[in-house]
Each structure stands twice: as structure tokens, then as C-alpha cells.
């Protein structure tokens, strides 16, 4: 069985900074992306940032310039730096990851973590 582990998450006054980190374990045979997700009160998920395998990110234009995505490949793990924090990033963090097992190495699926809270607020 497949976990994403999510660390990282909490309580932070605006412009402060958090660092969430999800490490990916089980019978992995590969991953082809990894990503971060949030979703606030009463809206839908949103992509926040996204890293493929050969390095491509992709950021939602509500966090550029202040998030960075990043990745640990022989740890299977990513993160999600957040800088500059405001009020409106305050959401639950999901982690995602696009990948295949051991079981089945071909069969690429969806796996996601079970959320970080990260509150902004003085």
C-alpha cells in the first residue's frame, strides 16, 4: 500500500513562511509527478504547484514568485516552500503524486495524501 505522508503544516502570521513536506512510501516503481493542492472553505481544490519527472514545474498565478516546489528523488520525498504567506493561502494542503507500483509497473494512478492544515492569521 502506497502512503503520502505530509508534514510541515500549521499556524503562521502573514509574510511568515512554512515548509510542507510529503514523503511518498510503499512498493513505488516509479513516479512520473509530483504536486501540491489546497483547497479553502467553500471553494474547490486548486493545483497549487506541480513538479514532473524531468523537472517541469507549474504554479498557480496566485502563488508565484512566493511558493517554490522542489523534490527529493532518492527519498521520495517533495516540498512545498511558502514564503511571503497571506491570509487568502490559508486552505488544507494536499499532497499528490502520479505514480506506478511495484505490482503493477505500467498502471500510473493518483495517490494523495490526507491534508496539512496551514492557517494565516495574526
Known amino acids: 500500500q502506497v502512503q503520502l505522508v505530509e508534514s510541515g503544516g500549521g499556524l503562521v502570521q502573514p509574510g511568515g513562511s512554512l515548509r510542507l513536506s510529503c514523503a511518498a512510501s510503499?512498493?513505488?516503481?516509479?513516479?512520473?509527478?509530483m504536486g501540491w493542492y489546497r483547497q479553502a472553505v467553500g471553494k474547490e481544490r486548486e493545483l497549487v504547484a506541480a513538479?514532473?519527472?524531468?523537472?517541469?514545474?507549474n504554479y498557480a498565478d496566485s502563488v508565484k514568485g512566493r511558493f517554490t516546489i522542489s523534490r527529493d528523488n532518492a527519498k521520495n520525498t517533495r516540498y512545498l516552500q511558502m514564503n511571503s504567506l497571506k491570509p487568502e493561502d490559508t486552505a488544507v494542503y494536499y499532497c499528490?503524486?502520479?505514480?506506478?507500483?511495484?505490482?503493477?509497473?505500467?498502471?500510473?494512478?493518483?495517490?494523495w495524501g490526507q491534508g496539512t492544515q496551514v492557517t494565516v492569521s495574526s
Open positions: 499528490n503524486a502520479v505514480l506506478s507500483t511495484n505490482r503493477n509497473p505500467g498502471l500510473y494512478a493518483d495517490y
Open positions: 510503499g512498493s513505488i516503481f516509479s513516479i512520473s509527478a
Open positions: 513538479i514532473t519527472k524531468d523537472g517541469s514545474t
